[in-house]
């Protein structure tokens, strides 16, 4: 059974960083890629970043490149995402996510985590 725990959300001012921690458990992910994704309060689910087990590649929302970055570590079977300069628009509960390739569906969610950034 493939399970996702997220951790490193919490209040933030703006301006600052939280890293994000997706620990993946119950399969082997290397023909997966890992996705991170967010909702705001009375807005719809949005795509954050994603990377492949295999080879690393990432792929981010526009509006959030050069701000968050996502990493992996295999040994871990652990994937990051580093959030800086944080606004209060990026207020949501982020949610870690298994994409199966090459269509990127969504096969398995976390169960979120809350990040609140303060003005």
């Known amino acids: 059974q493939v399970q996702l725990v997220e951790s490193g959300g919490g209040l933030v001012q703006a301006g600052g960083s939280l890293r994000l921690s997706c620990a993946a458990s119950?399969?082997?992910?290397?023909?997966?890629?890992m996705g991170w994704f967010r909702q705001a309060p009375g807005k719809e689910r949005e795509f954050v970043a994603r990377?492949?087990?295999?080879?690393?590649?990432?792929s981010y929302a526009d509006s959030l490149k050069g701000r968050f970055t996502i990493s992996r570590d295999a040994a871990k079977n652990t994937v990051y995402l580093q959030m800086n300069s944080l606004k209060p628009e990026d207020t949501a509960v982020y949610y870690c996510?298994?994409?199966?390739?090459?269509?990127?569906?969504?096969?398995?969610w976390g169960q979120g985590t809350q990040v609140t950034v303060s003005s």
């Open positions: 990377i492949r087990w295999s080879g690393g590649m990432t």
């Open positions: 119950g399969r082997t992910f290397s023909s997966y890629a």
């Open positions: 996510a298994v994409q199966r390739l090459p269509s990127y569906d969504v096969t398995y």
